[in-house]
């Protein structure tokens, strides 16, 4: 974020989630952020949101409670009139959630239609990516 953002610009949503799933170990390994870093800065001047995985965190992959964080910033972004951009690095769905992490994306999805011809949607891959 730091290379990407106007210097001091970045300001991060919900720093302190966390997945909500208990099955296989996952109650003993809950880590803020749960992988995912969202939140808005500028570039130029110019407003844009911003999520970025983090491959170092459960291999990037996604819980539910990260689509979340994930869409929370497409809706702002389509709210505001604003860029999106995703700077992806995912090993996919959290298999630990099941079907839960696969909705996830649904939704994620959805958010991407909706923003289609709307707001730019800007993603760099930067890694293995899912979705």
């Not at 500028?42 to 996604?62: A, Y």
């Amino acid at each position: 974020m730091d290379v990407l953002l106007d210097k001091g610009s970045f300001t991060e949503l919900d720093m302190f989630v966390q997945h909500r799933s208990n099955d296989f170990g996952m109650d003993k390994n809950r880590i803020l952020t749960d992988g995912v870093v969202t939140g808005y800065g500028s570039i130029d001047g110019r407003q844009v949101m911003v999520f970025s995985q983090d491959f170092t965190i459960f291999g990037g992959s996604l819980s539910e409670a990260f689509a979340e964080k994930i869409c929370k910033v497409m809706d702002m972004a389509l709210k505001m009139g604003i860029p999106i951009i995703g700077l992806n690095d995912s090993g996919g769905a959290r298999i630990q959630e099941g079907v839960v992490s696969l909705g996830g994306y649904a939704n994620i999805f959805l958010k991407n239609t909706l923003a289609s011809g709307v707001v730019p949607q800007i993603s760099a891959i930067l890694g293995p990516c899912a979705g």
